[in-house]
């Protein structure tokens, strides 16, 4: 089989630096930056944010992968050339490294919700041991080796800082809502922890950015390398496949330069809220819905799911009502909405619901209960929004795929025992308002007698 060759025949300089090396990333914020007019002066240095093979198997290929454009009815296959170094996680040296260079203008991030290790008022979330790890590790050596990506972000601005390697722009590109404020946030309440000597060079030095990402990216199947061996000829052991829509709406500064992203559909704005809006309740929460209530009627991907009448009527009422909550005139939310419907039925992306269900004690707060909130202020029982906690519930006590979340520790006791008592647990470590509101446990409690009748006959 043929080896990948460099069309410029080097890699592009190490000029922006990624956390959270993966699937999502190498379709996203990559490709943009391949497609850019300047990508021969942009590469990345791109870090794995969990352990796993990415890193080297993008090594051995020089940073070079195919990504596979699936339409529902063919695909496309480009070589994207912009990950100039890929490292593993714990590669602390060279993390330092690269954020003590003035070379570099800008880390990209994509932790997931998770990662950002913020409590339930969206602060960071400090007495949890791994962030007392980090602080204790940094407090002994400004250059150890830290876990979380807080840490590992403020120990790449103190090295900087000490570099005097000029100003950076940060730009998280995970489905949160005020990522950036959020971001920011974060960063300097370590910061506050550790070296508040740190905080006048942030206010001079650092700028985050907020964004909004959208591209559906499911994990490789080993079909899919096959798939490319065929039609181009390469063996490529670390191929991702995407669809073809894409979407990047970012508000804020880069203080020391960018890639020309906005010639390539980047989207550039002075505020990304009406978007991140939609996406995030449209898109994210129809995702969740489709992934717990799919999940417990027995489908194992979203095109399934969409595909299931039931599944399809729960969307539709989902997203009539979040759109009452949307600024956007009907017209424009109406397309958006059927381009989603397309997209969830594309047969020939395997976007798997156990894979969006991860980690739903984190997705759930800013894809749903935003929604659900305003319209029990308004006095109005949301049930297109309290089935899709109902349907969480489910799997979090036994019904359709198993559980993977970051808080699956604190959610294994609450979900035991009658149904009476779980739904009020539960619904508390969503937000201990939901709990106390009895006639929202008692709807959620009925979704969840609903949901369960025919997987228990």
Known sequence: MNAFLRRTGAAPPVRLVHLGLGNFHRAHQAWYTDRAPDAAEWGYAAFAGRSGGTPELLAAQDGLYTLVGRAAEDDTFDVVGSIARAHAGDDHAAWLGYLASPDVAAVTLTVTEAGYLVDGEGNLDAERPEVQADLAALRKDRSAAVRTAPAR??????????????????????????????????????????????????????????????????????????????????????????????????SGAFPAGRPAWHDVGAMFTDDVTP???????????????????????????????????????????????????????DHDVAVYRAALVERFANPRIRHLLAQIGADGSQKLTVRVLPVLRAERDAGRMPLAATRILAAWICTVRGFGAPVTDVRADDLLEPAAGPLADAVPRLLDVLDPRLGADDALVDAVAAQVEELTADVRR
């Open 275 to 329: 978007f991140e809006h939609r996406k995030l309740w449209l898109l994210n929460g129809g995702h969740s819905l489709l992934a717990y209530g799919g999940s417990v009627r027995g489908h194992a991907t979203v095109a399934e799911a969409v595909a299931d009448d039931t599944c399809r009527g729960w969307l539709e009422q989902w997203w009539d009502l979040a759109r009452d909550h949307l600024p956007q005139p």
């Open 153 to 250: 972000l403020v120990a790449g601005l103190l090295a900087r800082r000490a570099a005097d390697a000029g100003p950076l722009a940060l730009v998280p590109c995970d489905n949160l809502p005020g990522n950036g404020a959020l971001l920011d946030r974060v960063v300097r309440e370590l910061v506050a922890l550790l070296d508040p000597s740190l905080a006048d060079w942030l206010d001079a030095s650092l700028s985050v950015v907020t964004t909004t990402v959208d591209r559906i990216t499911p994990r490789t199947e080993p079909v899919d390398l096959e798939t490319v061996r065929a039609a181009t000829g390469v063996d490529d052991a670390a191929p991702v496949v995407t669809e073809p829509f894409a979407e990047w709406v970012l």
